[in-house]
């Protein structure tokens, strides 16, 4: 049985983790966005106190908790002003996937440096013609002897400049039917053949965007995670986590951008009163709160089933989350910024940039649009257009 309850655990993680947000804080961010760099400081300091691992299992060096415990992770440092990205790739799916289905090797190899901060992952699903279709993935893997050989492309992906290798996903030929599946591979990132090129992005952020490679990238048998036949199976068991943390990463933004509307609202005063003591100011502020609250009730929901091992029960959740936090984030945010009037749009107050990382929500890993399909299809039993 789960409980929406927060424990006291979770509850002095939450305190733990904003309080070290709070040291570093939006001002830090902005300054390595500037400076074009990766935010070592913090991801540093969050590793020695426990926080990247904290979901993956102890014997591996992790905290043996689950992506309940790190979307709370993600989620505070986002309220902070200072979320971690590779949060949501390195330990959540990439971490997820090599503990459930990784070798012993593989995860002697991996999960105590993911754990402890020294070894990044990024992650490659997403493909040009692909879009949300992971059906459609072209990135395949053949053998060659014992090898495997690679062969693709893949883009936006996040991280990969500071990445030690990438989780990719390709698709591999099943001998019985002919029919191509996925599957997952761990691919170094000096391996011979795989290249990578910045995608030129409005977004700001710390983390930077790739458009990668793989041309006939020869890798050892070893390199593949999980069983060559578990198809979707394995796939989605990083997925999953995935659509929770990008609501705990939304849901952290939207309480950032309120939070700064509040401050504003409380001090600014027109007529000798404060701003906001007016409904037009106080009610959609409130129901901005609302919104992200009950998307935060449905994300803890998809985090406690995925770490009870209900995966089918826990996929509608992640979605239903995903979607209610990226549409709680871009009205929060927006309603920040309006909250503010022109200063909102001002580098002095810092918001105005998060509209752009505020509409990321709604777009990946996963569109809006992908996941009511899903809901219909899956939740409501009605028939596919496609």
Known sequence: MTTLI????????RKAVSALGKRYG???ITQVIAEGRYPTELWQDAAKLGYLGVNLPEEYGGGGGGIAELSIVLEELGASGAPLLMLVVSPAICGTVIARFGTEDQKRTWLPGLADGTKLMAFGITEPDAGSNSHRI??????????????????????????????????????????????????????????????????????KQWELVLDDVRLPADALVGDEDAGLLQLFAGLNPERVMTA????????????KALEYARERTVWKTPIGAHQAI???????HVDLELARLMMQKAALLYDAGDDIGAGEAANMAKYAAGE?????????????????????????????GARV????????????????????????SY
């Not at 014992?146 to 989780?167: C, N, Q």
């Not at 219909?376 to 596919?384: A, V």
Request: hydrophobic share 40%; net charge neutral; charged share 25%.
């Open 138 to 207: 072209t990135t395949t893997a053949r053998r060659d002897g014992d090898d495997w050989l690679l062969t693709g492309r893949k883009v936006f992906i996040s991280g990969v400049d500071h990445a030690d290798a990438v989780l990719i996903v390709g698709r591999t030929e099943d001998a019985r039917t002919g029919k191509l599946k996925p599957c997952l591979f761990i691919v170094p990132r000096d391996a011979e053949g795989f290249s990578r090129s910045p995608i030129n992005m409005e977004l700001s952020a710390a983390e």
């Open 328 to 356: 709680a984030c871009v009205r929060a945010v927006d309603q920040a910024v309006h909250t503010l009037g022109g200063n909102g749009l001002t580098r002095e107050f810092g918001l105005a940039s998060l509209i752009i």
């Open 248 to 259: 705990a990463f939304a849901i952290g933004m939207g309480r950032y951008a309120v939070g």
């Open 26 to 28: 939006r001002d830090y």
């Open 6 to 13: 927060e424990s006291e655990e979770h509850q002095a993680l």
């Open 361 to 384: 929500a709604r777009i990946a890993p996963v569109s809006r649009e992908m996941i009511l399909n899903y809901i219909s299809h899956q939740t409501l039993g009605l028939p596919k």
């Open 282 to 288: 106080a009610h959609p502020l409130a129901q901005a």
